[in-house]
């Protein structure tokens, strides 16, 4: 039986509790999650690539079975070079299942990779990686909202 290997894609600029959620809650569900960090030279990014991975591999320092890349391209190309035949995606809102799904249906077309949706709960339903990057801008305290090992100033 081949491996059931998940990858949990996103620019995680800054990664949130919401995302360490939801790999915590797919962990039993898979053998391996690959955090895999897009990197996209069009778009800018308030973190450096160093530091996000360094504060992915920080926050599943304990969990053997996660493992942090970076990628560039489709992530349905992603997929069939890592041999994982899921995409795991957290759901916070309606809004995020209509954008998710029409991804999850295309990547579906381009490699027949599956994508695992997983309702973010309820107390982290509010948290997005654009709201903190916004109250980091505006130097309030997020420390309630990413991992301890996410460190800003």
């Not at 955090?35 to 160093?50: C, D, I, P, Q, R």
């Not at 504060?55 to 320092?61: I, K, T």
């Not at 996660?66 to 916070?92: P, Q, W």
Request: hydrophobic share 45%; proline share 4%.
């Amino acid at each position: 039986m081949s491996e059931r290997i998940a990858v949990f894609p996103g620019s995680f600029d800054p990664i949130t509790i919401g995302h360490v959620s939801i790999v915590e809650r797919a962990l039993p569900l898979f053998d391996r999650i690959i955090m895999a960090v897009g990197v996209n030279s069009t778009k800018k990014y308030m973190f450096s690539l160093e530091q996000r991975l360094a504060w992915l591999n920080a926050s599943f320092a304990g969990h053997k079975q996660v493992d942090v890349i970076t990628y560039e391209g489709l992530t349905a190309d992603l997929c069939k070079k890592m041999h994982a035949h899921f995409i795991v995606r957290g759901l916070r809102n309606s809004t995020d299942h209509g954008n998710e799904r029409s991804i999850a249906l295309m990547n579906r077309a381009l490699c027949g990779v599956e994508t695992i949706f997983l309702p973010s709960l309820p107390e982290h339903a509010h948290i997005s990686s654009t709201i903190v990057r916004e109250l980091i801008a505006n130097k309030a305290d997020v420390s309630a909202f990413v991992p301890g090992a996410v460190r800003v100033r």
